[in-house]
């Protein structure tokens, strides 16, 4: 057995010996590098700095008086729609850069290192949460600079923040699982995008689900999307949590419960 093959079974014998505690350091240690990356490459995190401003700007004043009668009005209805919508179309970038990466080599190169086999993925999705509470940040700051002050006061839109941040990380392992079985980064985008776009659009996001056709409303109304945002408003503009509180927990709890293992599953093969 030459030198190099010696050195990959001793590594897999320390990655299948690597305790939980271990396990989590590897973890961070994988996310730092994630964002050491967005550093490096700061152009990365224009989809989540740009598209807030733009999509903020275009959709209310498009929008506006035609909805709500004036912009004003019409900002309690879009901030919570277009902080769903950016947050929740941000989570594509995870599919997207592990399909990227492994299709570099660098989880070969991981696969060299003592670390937690599992390391590279979690610290891709953990690192991602930044993202997310970047676009987070910008949507209500961006309202704010239009006049939007939530009645919920600062309390229930930090908690709006949240459950924005932890439904988005949760539909993350659906284009993760999309990332590590796709064969190229651009068919995981396509595919992501043909699964979101109805879904944000199909939804009470930019307007009332009570103004969509007759054919469309049963779909506008048991869609999840709708679900979340109607949450953060009534966090944000009332300082209320209803049922559809509970439903948006719910299902990222059965998401992260579904695909999480059958990603790390699938994970495990390929690396």
Request: glycine residues 8%; charged residues 15%; hydrophobic residues 50%.
């Amino acid at each position: 057995m030459n030198s190099t093959s010696m050195k990959q079974t001793v590594n897999r014998q320390l990655r299948s010996r690597t305790s939980f505690s271990q396990s989590i350091r590897n973890s961070l240690t994988m996310a730092y590098r994630g964002l050491l990356k967005i550093r490096r490459t700061p152009e990365q995190l224009f989809d989540v700095t740009l598209q807030p401003i733009i999509f903020t700007l275009m959709f209310t004043y498009i929008f506006g008086g035609a909805i709500s009668g004036d912009v004003q009005s019409y900002l309690p209805i879009i901030i919570p729609g277009i902080l769903v919508q950016t947050v929740i179309t941000t989570s594509i970038v995870t599919g997207v850069q592990l399909r990227e990466d492994m299709d570099k080599g660098v989880f070969d190169r991981f696969k060299s290192l003592p670390i937690a086999r599992i390391a590279p993925l979690a610290g891709a999705l953990l690192a991602d949460t930044v993202r997310y509470t970047i676009a987070t940040v910008l949507t209500f700051g961006m309202g704010y600079v239009m006049g939007y002050r939530p009645d919920g006061g600062l309390g229930f839109v930090a908690l709006a923040a949240l459950l924005v941040i932890v439904c988005s990380w949760a539909i993350s392992w659906i284009f993760a699982f999309f990332g590590v079985i796709a064969r190229t980064a651009s068919s995981v985008q396509g595919i992501s995008m043909i699964v979101l776009f109805p879904l944000t659009f199909l939804s009470n996001a930019f307007v009332p689900a009570d103004t969509l056709p007759s054919w469309l409303q049963w779909f506008a109304k048991i869609n999840p999307i709708s679900h979340l945002v109607t949450a953060v408003r009534d966090l944000t503009n009332s300082g209320t949590a209803g049922w559809d509180l509970g439903i948006s927990l719910i299902g990222a709890a059965v998401i992260v419960a579904i695909f999480a293992p059958i990603t790390v599953r699938a994970y495990m093969r390929r690396t």
